[in-house]
């Protein structure tokens, strides 16, 4: 054990205090990532991932912007699924 990290003994198990590991990069985020998709493209992702991804979707890009993004299972490779970038929704007059 280093100067970087201590460990400690707590009634569910142990667990290490860490200095100077890097916080992830914003670029690795599923908002940057959807962000960058223009309409027609779309990625592969972990099924596991499926609710995270759609969370990013309702509660950034479908209430806060005119980006519109669509996310399925079918026809993709088991324990996959594929966020799509579709049309942009229209705004209306007043909304903004």
Do not use: C
């Not at 280093?2 to 985020?29: A, C, F, H, L, Q």
Request: aromatic share 10%; charged share 30%; no cysteine.
């Amino acid at each position: 054990m280093g100067d970087s990290e201590r460990n400690y003994i707590t009634m569910n198990g142990m667990y290490t205090v860490e200095r100077n590991v890097p916080v992830p990069n914003k670029e690795d985020t599923w908002k940057s990532k959807l962000d960058a998709l223009q309409i027609g493209e779309s990625f592969i992702f972990p099924e596991v991932k499926r609710n995270s991804v759609r969370q990013n979707i309702s509660g950034y890009f479908h209430r806060l912007t005119a980006k519109r993004f669509t996310v399925s299972v079918k026809g993709q490779t088991a324990g996959t699924a594929r966020v799509w970038r579709i049309e942009d929704a229209e705004v209306k007059e007043g909304e903004n």
